[in-house]
């Protein structure tokens, strides 16, 4: 019963460094979330997928990429890390629309200086 | 912008009922509500959802107004490890909204002895 995975919990980049945050789910579940939370704020979605090999922009995606080449994992990359993307990242999933709800990851904490 | 409009913060007695109210007047007929909560940066977990009729589990109930243009989560006897962030949500269900939450500000609810 794992539910949602997140792996680092914690890392620290230089300016222009790239890294990969994998988010997997043991649930079956076709839709997964990645969102990014700063200090003080709510939570403001990046991509999303609902299914594999699809993807999507959300709210704030600038800087990041995505893929889901598996049905179980969601990687989120940056390319290039940058200080504003200093940010606690979490990973969502769900069955899809309906009466279901959604299953949260415990973050990775991400530092970029 | 997030469709849902709760009070910023709120203080409740320990051994208390807390009634944590949320506005969501523009919400439509088929859209639910979802309540999750946030303790330090911890992942947001679930508590509850409700499209029309009222709901209760283990952790809380939650009222939905007749015209559904409001709502109420009720934890019945707060403890101290109910401090936490709670946040209303109304997920859309447009067709290519792909049951995206968006996140306000929510709830900060401080639990005293």
């Known amino acids: 019963n794992a539910g949602v995975t997140q792996t680092p919990k914690f890392r620290v980049l230089k300016t222009g460094q790239s890294m990969t945050l994998l988010c997997a789910q043991d649930m079956n579940h076709e839709y997964m979330y990645w969102y990014r939370q700063d200090p003080g704020m709510g939570l403001r979605l990046i991509h999303y997928s609902v299914g594999e090999g699809t993807t999507a922009k959300g709210e704030v995606p600038d800087g990041y990429n995505v893929s889901r080449l598996k049905k179980q994992n969601f990687l989120l990359g940056l390319e290039s890390a940058a200080p504003s993307q200093t940010s606690v990242y979490f990973c969502?999933?769900?069955?899809?629309?309906?009466?279901?709800?959604?299953?949260f990851g415990s973050g990775t904490r991400l530092t970029v200086v | 912008d997030a469709k849902t409009t709760q009070p910023p913060s709120m203080d409740c007695a320990e051994g208390r009922a807390a009634n944590l109210p949320c506005n969501h007047s523009?919400?439509?007929?088929?859209?639910?509500v979802y309540w999750y909560r946030q303790i330090h940066s911890q992942g947001p977990q679930y508590i509850i959802h409700g499209l029309k009729n009222n709901e209760t589990n283990e952790m809380a109930s939650l009222i939905i107004t007749e015209d559904r243009k409001s709502s109420t989560l009720i934890l019945p006897h707060a403890t101290l490890r109910d401090t936490a962030v709670y946040y209303c949500?109304?997920?859309?269900?447009?067709?290519?909204?792909?049951?995206?939450?968006?996140f306000g500000a929510g709830t900060q609810v401080v639990v005293t002895p």
């Open positions: 949500i109304v997920r859309v269900e447009e067709t290519d909204s792909w049951g995206k939450l968006q």
């Open positions: 523009t919400i439509s007929g088929n859209e639910y």
């Open positions: 969502a999933s769900s069955y899809g629309l309906g009466n279901y709800g959604y299953t």
